[in-house]
């Protein structure tokens, strides 16, 4: 069955630093999310992306965030100047279209800020 | 806002025992629900969903029946096994270009042989 895949598994970065996480969707999927989710606490939508533009974005992605789809396979988040407060695990998730489709999720990325 | 409120954890139970995991939400209109997995170093798996009221899904042997009058979707289990150990999440979205999840804390389940 495909799969979203995530790289890494596990990024450890100085506050301040830029990071990327990388996403790679499911082949035939045609809207991409990321959420976090911060220990402990529930699972939270950071944005959606369809068609080279962001779709909607919440109030947690703010202007340090970024996202990108470079190419026709994978799907980065970016974070511009890291913060101890963005350290979470992140999940890429990809969808066929917006109907009743669910979305399938990667096994995330454990981002820590040091 | 929408928001899904699920029971407080974790849960502990004997191998055979019957599940019951509470969620219910908060929105308008008529959302979709789901039930998400996540098993121990894993991403998160859909285990079932139901898309109006009254439908019951189902997967694996468990179910769940969207309840518009209690606004709930509790999830059921006959007969729990160890590999059933999890973290189980409610959610739901609306069908709709933006739409995105809104997740619960989401419950660690244990199941002892």
């Known amino acids: 069955e495909p799969e979203v895949t995530q790289t890494p598994s596990h990024q450890v970065t100085q506050m301040g630093q830029e990071v990327i996480l990388r996403c790679v969707p499911i082949?035939?999927?045609?809207?991409f999310y990321w959420y976090r989710q911060i220990l402990g606490q529930k699972v939270e939508f950071l944005v959606s992306?369809?068609?080279?533009?962001?779709?909607?974005k919440s109030e947690i992605f703010d202007d340090q965030f970024s996202v990108e789809r470079p190419d026709g396979s994978n799907f980065t988040l970016k974070i511009r100047s890291t913060k101890l407060e963005d350290s979470a695990m992140y999940f890429c998730a990809s969808s066929y279209d917006y109907s009743n489709q669910p979305q399938h999720f990667g096994d995330g990325t454990r981002l820590s800020i040091l | 806002g929408n928001s899904v409120t699920q029971m407080e954890g974790p849960v502990t139970l004997s191998e055979e025992a019957f599940l019951t995991i509470n969620c219910t939400y908060t929105?308008?209109?008529?959302?979709?629900l789901f039930w998400y997995v996540q098993y121990p170093g894993e991403g998160l798996q859909l285990l079932l969903k139901?898309?109006?009221?009254?439908d019951k899904g189902s997967n694996k042997g468990f179910e769940a029946t969207y309840r518009k009058e209690t606004t709930s979707f509790h999830l059921e289990k006959g007969s729990v096994q160890v590999s059933d150990s999890a973290v189980y999440f409610c959610a739901l979205n609306y069908t709709g270009a933006n739409s995105k999840l809104t997740f619960g804390k989401g419950i660690t389940l244990s199941v002892r042989p």
């Open positions: 929105a308008t209109g008529y959302p979709s």
């Open positions: 992306f369809y068609n080279n533009e962001i779709s909607e």
């Open positions: 139901a898309t109006k009221a009254d």
């Open positions: 082949s035939n999927h045609l809207y």
